[in-house]
């Protein structure tokens, strides 16, 4: 089975992002890119535009001793510019007080062969939040 262009684009950027590419990622987003982070926690909200989305990328890998990581497990499309994604997310703050391992996911909208928006899922809110406060 040949994987949809849709989802080979964002398992592209999930590559990316895991390696910290952050300039060949943002090549696969539209200038207008919108990502929405769930919840009520520092990260939380909507970031408007190319500038934004790689500011909260490049905070979210920046060295502080913390270990997150992402590891993509499904992708699926509608075929028509949505791809959903589900991936295990890990985190541990520096001094391990603070963790959490969930399932989480991404809906994602592209057009014109672009990533256009995020819409960020987790599978459990408190856990991020109390991580992210």
Known sequence: MNEHPDCALVRRAYQLFTAGDLDALSALMTADVTHHVPGDNQRSGHYK?????????????????S?????????????RGRVVSVHRYTARNADGSRSF????????????GKISDIDECVED???????WR
């Open 67 to 79: 270990s997150k990581s992402i590891d993509l497990e499904t992708l699926i499309t509608d075929g």
């Open 125 to 131: 809110l408190e856990a991020f939040d109390a991580y």
């Open 49 to 65: 535009g190319l500038d934004e989305c790689v500011r909260l990328y490049r905070d979210w890998g920046r060295p502080d001793g």
């Open 101 to 112: 391992s969930m399932k989480a996911g991404n809906i994602f909208t592209l057009v014109g």
